[in-house]
C-alpha cells in the first residue's frame, strides 16, 4: 500500500473537526490534523477574498481517496473544497506502516502518541 498526504481547508473548526471524526471513524483515514488559524487568499467570482480557515492534514491510503475526496464534498461547505493529495514518497517506517494499518480499520485503537 501507498501512503498518501490529503490537504483540505473548511471555513471553521467545528466543520473541520466534523469532517475529521467522519474520515477517522469511517475508517478512511489513520489520522487528521486540524490546524487552526490560517489565513487564504484568493479570487472567488471575481472578487479578491481574504478568509480564515482551518486545514486539514489527512493521512491515508492510496485506495481511500476517492472515497475521501467524495465525503469532504458531501460534508463540506464549500461548493468547491480544497482538496490535493500527494503521495508520501518516504517517512519513518513505522509510521508508515501505522497509516497503512489505521486507514483499513474503523474505529482504530490509536495506541502511538500523536499523529
Given at each position: 500500500?501507498?501512503?498518501?498526504?490529503?490537504?483540505?481547508?473548511?471555513?471553521?473548526?467545528?466543520?473541520?473537526?466534523k469532517?475529521?471524526?467522519?474520515?477517522?471513524?469511517?475508517?478512511?483515514?489513520?489520522?487528521?490534523?486540524?490546524?487552526?488559524?490560517?489565513?487564504?487568499?484568493?479570487?472567488?467570482?471575481?472578487?479578491?477574498?481574504?478568509?480564515?480557515?482551518?486545514?486539514?492534514?489527512?493521512?491515508?491510503?492510496?485506495?481511500?481517496?476517492?472515497?475521501?475526496?467524495?465525503?469532504?464534498?458531501?460534508?463540506?461547505?464549500?461548493?468547491?473544497?480544497e482538496?490535493?493529495?500527494?503521495?508520501?514518497?518516504?517517512?519513518?517506517?513505522?509510521?508508515?506502516?501505522?497509516?497503512?494499518?489505521?486507514?483499513?480499520?474503523?474505529?482504530?485503537?490509536?495506541?502511538?502518541?500523536?499523529?
Open positions: 500500500m501507498s501512503v498518501y498526504l490529503v490537504f483540505s481547508t473548511a471555513s471553521s473548526l467545528k466543520e473541520g473537526e469532517v475529521a471524526r467522519h474520515l477517522i471513524q469511517s475508517g478512511l483515514a489513520a489520522c487528521v490534523n486540524v490546524v487552526p488559524g490560517i489565513y487564504s487568499h484568493f479570487y472567488w467570482e471575481g472578487r479578491l477574498c481574504r478568509e480564515k480557515e482551518v486545514l486539514l492534514l489527512i493521512k491515508t491510503v492510496k485506495g481511500k481517496l476517492n472515497r475521501i475526496i467524495k465525503n469532504i464534498k458531501e460534508l463540506h461547505s464549500y461548493s468547491v473544497p482538496i490535493l493529495f500527494f503521495k508520501a514518497q518516504g517517512g519513518e517506517k513505522q509510521y508508515l506502516s501505522w497509516v497503512e494499518a489505521g486507514a483499513s480499520k474503523k474505529n482504530i485503537d490509536n495506541k502511538r502518541s500523536r499523529g
